[in-house]
Each structure stands twice: as structure tokens, then as C-alpha cells.
């Protein structure tokens, strides 16, 4: 008999790390899987950032810290606010969690009653939409298309708010498409919302600095929006700190007040070793990271020429992020080997178990006609694994 709650019942397993899970299971069967599925830089974490871990350990970092964060740490985010977003935030609007993730879920406990409805640009973060819904809300899905490379224009907006719209959620860059908003477009939307003051905005910037385009833009820029938006960052991606879990928010006091209550009651205050450490990470200039960025934007350019070559897979030029987000449903309705796929689902599946590569169905980001290619890898795994790719689906 299942006595758990219909909580956990119905709440979905995250596909990424289902399909991570997957790969790992048939690589311990002997089989060869290169893993294009999980959003991890394959770099190592920077050795400044590990020597201050180093030096903290040394110290005798060791016990309970602060629920939002260190003073020394906001101080370094209120810093990097100022220097790469010309962003103004004291300390009580800062608070610092374990790892974005459970930044975004403290937002949505805290934000949402019942029934409220959260707009989500397609695709979205994989995690948008539960994190919602295990508070209740109502994720509303806002279908966008490659050849728009796949953003949100303000029509579409205005067309999704309800009397029960009570936010927005969006990542820019964007995981899994890798789209970036221009200032221009996130103007669009602010003057959308001026006719709905009572909308708020989470923008999840936590791949800001892997950006091709040379320019970053934030919501909360705009002085009309800066009072309600909540400003979602960390160092996972860009420093190659995915396991190290430090995310953190800017937001108004009140809300970041809040924050601070949930958090004191489900995980306290973040690890003290990798907080001592994040300091050190964002007190640096960012071009002591560029070198990830610019290995980033070669694979980028090496990936989308293969797949180019791969018939049925129709792609866009990502600005941002390590994803490729192409278009599979040219495929849908074949039989390859006996194995039908009817859906990005079913190819994703097909990638798997006939060319050994692991990919992500789109339907977990909300578009069930492309699949997540993360080229977060070596650029021989790379070669090797559209070379799989293109081999299986001929």
C-alpha cells in the first residue's frame, strides 16, 4: 500500500538527472556512453577559488553559519551586483542558499498561495515547474519557437496574465535553449507588466557569464522593475563549482526577509568551507574565467557544424550557456531498427540505447519537439558523439 503523500506522488523525477542516472547505470554494464545530458562544466574549479577553500579548512571553518550567508560573502555578491549588473542591494537583500535550486524553491514557498499562476517562457528549467507546483502554483506554459530562438515577445505576455498571474519566471541565458534576452526585449516585457504592478519576476541569471553576445541584461536594471524583481545567481556554472552548492539572491528587503525565515527551517546556512571559498570567486575580475567562456564558444561553433550535417535536426545559434536545443520532430512517426519515436521522449531514448549517447527530452523543458544537447564536454566526445548521433539515425 503507498502512504506517501500525494505531494511526492505527483511530483515528477528531475529528467536530467534521471537520464544522468541512466548513463551511469549502462556504463556500469560495460557500455561506452558519452553523457551530453548533464548542464556541468567539465573544467576543474579554478585553483584561487580551491586555495581558499584550502586556507578556510586551515583556518578552522567549521560550524554553524550565518542562514543568509556570511557578512563577507554578501558583501563579495553586493560587489559583483555593482561591478557586472550595475545592480544596488545591501545586505539584508541578499541571501545566500544551497545552490540556485534552493534559491528558486525559498522564492516560490514564500511568493505563492494556492492557485497562484506563474508564467513560464517554453522551454524552461527543467525544475520550474514542479518547484511550483510542490508550492501549490500554477506553472502557465508560454509556447515560443526556434525560429524566434525560442523567446518570449511581449504579445505573448500580455496575452498569458490572468487576474491570477502573480509571477514570472525565465533564465537568461536561458537553460536548455541558450537564449539571451536583449535589453531591448526585457524593456518589452517591463512595459507589458507597468499595467500589472502587482506581478513579480524571478530572473535566473546563474549563466550570465557564459555569453557569447557581450552583453548581459537583468530585469531588475530597469528602476520600474527593480522593486519586484528577485534576482537568481551562483557560481556552478561559471566557476565550475556545481558540487560546491552555493546559490544566492537579490531581492527587495522584504522578500529576501522571508527567505531568510523558510531557510532557518529546512537547511539552515550553507556550507561554511565553500561560502569562505565563493568569496574568493567573485571578488576576481571574471576574465580570470574567460578562458572557459572562449573553450565554450568553440565547442559551440564545433557542434552546430556537425549537427548541421545530421538530417532532421534543425538548430538555431544559442548566445549563451553550453546548449544546443534543436528541433527532432522531422523524425517523429519513423521506425528506426524496429524503434518508433513518436516524440522527443522516444529519441532521447533512441540516442541512448542505439548511438550510446545521452541526451534530455525537451519535453522536460516544457517543448516536446526537441531534445538538450549539452556540449559541456570534451570536443573529441563531441565529434564522437554526433558522429554516433548521425550513424544511428541513418
Given amino acids: 500500500m503507498n502512504q506517501l503523500s500525494d505531494r511526492i506522488n505527483n511530483l515528477s523525477t528531475s529528467a536530467t538527472l534521471a537520464m544522468a542516472a541512466k548513463a551511469r547505470e549502462l556504463r556500469a554494464e560495460g557500455k561506452d556512453i558519452i553523457g551530453l545530458s548533464l ?17 578556510a579548512v586551515n583556518e578552522n571553518y567549521n ?18 551586483f555593482k561591478r ?14 544551497t545552490g540556485a535550486k534552493q534559491s528558486l524553491f525559498n522564492i516560490a514557498s514564500v511568493m505563492l498561495n494556492p492557485g497562484d499562476e506563474v508564467i513560464l517562457p517554453c522551454p524552461y528549467w ?9 508550492n501549490e502554483g500554477v506553472p502557465v506554459e508560454v509556447k515560443t519557437d526556434i525560429k524566434n530562438d525560442f523567446k518570449m515577445t511581449a504579445d505573448q505576455l500580455k496575452a498569458a496574465i490572468t487576474p491570477k498571474t ?6 537568461s541565458p536561458c537553460n536548455p535553449s541558450g537564449s539571451v534576452y536583449s535589453k531591448d526585449e526585457l524593456r518589452a516585457l517591463a512595459n507589458v507588466l507597468q499595467e500589472h504592478p502587482n506581478i513579480y519576476v524571478v530572473s535566473d541569471e546563474i549563466y550570465e557569464h557564459i555569453n557569447f553576445i557581450g552583453g548581459h541584461h537583468s530585469m531588475a536594471q530597469f528602476d520600474d522593475m527593480y522593486h519586484r524583481t528577485i534576482t537568481v545567481n551562483g557560481v556552478s556554472k561559471a566557476f565550475a563549482m556545481t558540487g560546491w552548492r552555493i546559490g544566492y539572491i537579490g531581492a527587495p528587503d522584504w522578500i529576501g526577509r522571508a527567505c531568510n525565515k523558510i531557510q532557518g527551517q529546512v537547511t539552515s546556512g550553507a556550507n561554511c568551507i565553500a561560502q569562505r571559498a565563493v568569496i574568493s570567486a567573485l571578488e576576481a575580475d571574471p576574465v580570470r574565467i574567460q578562458y572557459m567562456v572562449d573553450e565554450f564558444k568553440e565547442r559551440r561553433k564545433l557542434i552546430l557544424g556537425l549537427l548541421n550535417d545530421v538530417d532532421g535536426f534543425e538548430t ?21 531498427d524496429g524503434n518508433t519515436i513518436n516524440n522527443a521522449s522516444d529519441m532521447a531514448m533512441f540516442l541512448l ?4 549517447v545521452a541526451t534530455v527530452t525537451g519535453e522536460a523543458f516544457g517543448n516536446p519537439n526537441c531534445i538538450r544537447i549539452s556540449y559541456a564536454a570534451s570536443q573529441e566526445q563531441i565529434i564522437e558523439a554526433i558522429k554516433r548521433i548521425k550513424a544511428a539515425l541513418s
Fill in 166 to 171: 502573480k509571477m514570472l519566471w525565465y533564465s
Fill in 39 to 55: 548542464g556541468e562544466p567539465d573544467f576543474n574549479t579554478p585553483d584561487f577559488v580551491k586555495e581558499a577553500a584550502i586556507k
Fill in 353 to 356: 540505447e542505439n548511438a550510446n
Fill in 126 to 134: 527543467v525544475s520550474y515547474s514542479d518547484i511550483i507546483k510542490l
Fill in 316 to 336: 538555431n545559434e544559442p548566445e549563451g550557456a553550453f546548449y544546443v536545443f534543436p528541433n527532432v520532430s522531422a523524425h517523429f512517426g519513423k521506425t528506426i
Fill in 84 to 97: 557586472d549588473n550595475d545592480l544596488e542591494y545591501s545586505r539584508p537583500q541578499i541571501v545566500v542558499s
Fill in 63 to 80: 560550524s554553524y553559519t550565518p542562514v543568509d550567508g556570511y557578512v563577507e560573502l554578501k558583501d563579495a555578491i553586493i560587489t559583483k
